[in-house]
Nanobody, 116 residues
Framework: VQLQASGGGSVQAGGSLRLSCAAS????????LGWYRQAPGKQRELVAS???????NYADSVKGRFTISRDNADYTVYLQMNSLNPEDTAVYFC???????????WGQGTLVTVSS
């Protein structure tokens, strides 16, 4: 499985961005796709995830502002981020969790910068 992330950028507080993560390869082995983020000096944390059966999970800090969705046609997962605030500034990473306890797969990070 390979992951290609895109969509980061700079935005003012209150603005929106959409991140994309395109999965390729043995996508049938993917249990869930998700977005994680890592701010400077902080640990990487879950932002949102979506299982192959459609179950979603969000960090409390983004509930009501971020939405994760999937395009099954090309197995791309999107993270729509609205009402961004400076605390959302981080490098965002796409991650694939695979069946059968296989190691997780990380995509490259994409930087999101929110200015006040």
């Amino acid at each position: 499985v390979q992951l290609q992330a895109s969509g980061g950028g700079s935005v003012q507080a209150g603005g929106s961005l959409r991140l994309s993560c395109a999965a390729s390869g043995k996508i049938f082995t993917i249990y869930a796709l998700g977005w994680y983020r890592q701010a400077p000096g902080k640990q990487r944390e879950l932002v949102a995830s979506l299982t192959s059966s459609g179950m979603s999970n969000y960090a409390d800090s983004v509930k009501g502002r971020f939405t994760i969705s999937r395009d099954n046609a090309d197995y791309t997962v999107y993270l729509q981020m609205n009402s961004l605030n400076p605390e959302d500034t981080a490098v965002y990473f796409c991650r694939a969790d695979l069946y059968y306890s296989a190691p997780v797969i990380w995509g490259q990070g994409t930087l999101v910068t929110v200015s006040s």
